[in-house]
């Protein structure tokens, strides 16, 4: 996955409105006016949000006759975890390693008293 699009994934994921509607979406289909309910917000703040996770790949939208059904896109979560836990397996390794550097280390002069 290209730069770009985990800046995009990890932008959508960075609003806690925008993780409330993927969370929805995890049960299911819904339409933009069920989404919508559950937030103080407007329709158009609704669909606002749900155009920035449908940008970053995280949701695709449908048109079924007057209503727009969404649905979860897991594919681009897929890659944002993928580089994930590559950073997380790099960063245990270093951490590993200063944890064997420093635990082979000489005592220092004030825990020698």
Known sequence: MVERDLNGVFHALADPTRRAILDRLAE?????GALSRPFPLSLAAVSKHLG????????????????????LDPA????????LEFHERFWAGR??????????????????R
């Not at 299911?28 to 933009?32: N, S």
């Not at 681009?76 to 580089?83: E, F, H, P, V, Y």
Request: aromatic residues 2%; proline residues 4%; charged residues 35%.
């Open 28 to 32: 299911g289909e819904a339409t933009v």
């Open 52 to 71: 920035v996770l449908e940008r970053a790949g995280l949701v695709t939208r449908e048109a079924r006759g007057r209503e727009r059904v969404c649905r």
């Open 76 to 83: 681009a979560l897929a890659d944002a975890r993928a580089w």
């Open 95 to 112: 951490l590993e390693a200063l944890e064997a550097l420093v635990g082979t280390a000489p005592d220092s002069p004030d825990e020698s």
